[in-house]
């Protein structure tokens, strides 16, 4: 799944290789602009080109493609045997693992374009589309994952759903933007109605998920902000001038207090760190790429370009 789980941690506990050597490669037909999917010793890959590819995890190999017809620009979910995907056609399958035979699709209002990461959570499917032609409303939906089933349908949302929606405790967490300042909103998971709504004041996308941790949900604005709102009530807790747009996930440690960092495209490898319910700090690295590794305290950082 999109940045792990449904709260879009950023934090697996899974063991890295052993070394960095190359094990293989793949050649899809366009870009791969979101991250694959990695479940059941498969490798899942979206891309530009319209098709989901299903690699074999330790070789590379191709076991299986779908064209869907349309970009594809999220992440696929992985869960009960299905691989779910959204595509720019306006369509969300949910495919055979094993063969990619579709199970099921759904096709949104006016064939709405969905760029979102679908996310399994509490066994249930929720993705955002575009804005509707015939409404002029975005949606967002929750949908039963084993037949397509719609649970229910908010068909409200003022602006694009371009970012992937996160879940957590009884919540569904999204941004929106593009035409009007974008908002911070919050559902009601099992009934899909309003909890609350942040007004940044600032008219920009909202490309980065949302990601719930110590009570807040921290989440990055293109418009060169971060910011920390109060999980139950949506109230700003600080905010930050990031010098750059955020489109990047924040991750959260499990160490101690420690519990943001991100990396801003602003034309230097940033990092910004933060404790909890303290404004943060931004860390600038010289030279426009490289590795960056830290630990949870932030105390050691390392970029091969110094």
């Known amino acids: 799944m999109f940045h792990y789980d449904a709260q879009r941690a950023g934090v697996t506990p899974a063991s890295g290789p052993a070394s960095a050597s190359l094990m293989w490669t793949y050649t899809t037909g366009n870009l791969v602009y979101p991250s694959a999917a990695v479940a059941d010793g498969y490798v899942f890959i979206p891309s530009y080109d319209g098709s989901v590819y299903a690699l074999d995890e330790y070789t590379g190999s191709l076991i299986w493609s779908f064209p869907t017809g349309g970009n594809i620009i999220g992440t696929p979910a992985v869960g009960n045997g299905m691989v779910y995907v959204s595509s720019k056609n306006g369509y969300v399958y949910a495919l055979n693992e094993q063969n990619g035979a579709v199970n099921w699709r759904i096709a949104n209002d ?30 967002v939906l929750a949908v039963d994952p084993q037949t ?106 499990e160490h101690d207090d420690w519990s943001v960092a991100v990396e801003i495209p602003c034309g230097w490898t940033s990092l910004l760190f933060a404790r909890r319910s303290r404004r943060p700090g931004l860390l600038r690295l010289k030279g426009p790429q490289g590795l960056c590794a830290g630990c949870d305290r932030a105390e050691t950082i390392r970029n091969d370009n110094l």
């Open 148 to 253: 397509g089933a719609v649970i229910w349908k908010n068909t409200g949302i003022p602006d694009y759903v371009e970012g992937s929606l996160s879940v957590s405790n009884g919540r569904v967490f999204f941004g929106v933007g593009a035409f009007n300042p974008a908002l911070i909103i919050a559902l009601n998971e099992t009934t899909g109605a309003q909890l609350w709504s942040y007004g940044t004041g600032i008219r920009t996308t909202v490309t980065s998920a949302p990601a719930e941790a110590y009570g807040n949900v921290y989440v990055g604005l293109d418009g060169n902000r971060f910011l920390a709102l109060n999980k139950a009530t949506g109230s700003l807790v600080w905010s930050f001038n990031t010098g750059g747009g955020t489109n990047a996930l924040p991750v959260r440690a």
């Open 110 to 139: 006016n064939l709405t374009p969905v760029t979102s990461s679908p996310v399994l959570a509490d066994g249930i499917l929720f993705y955002g589309t575009f804005l509707s032609p015939s409404s002029g409303f975005a949606e």
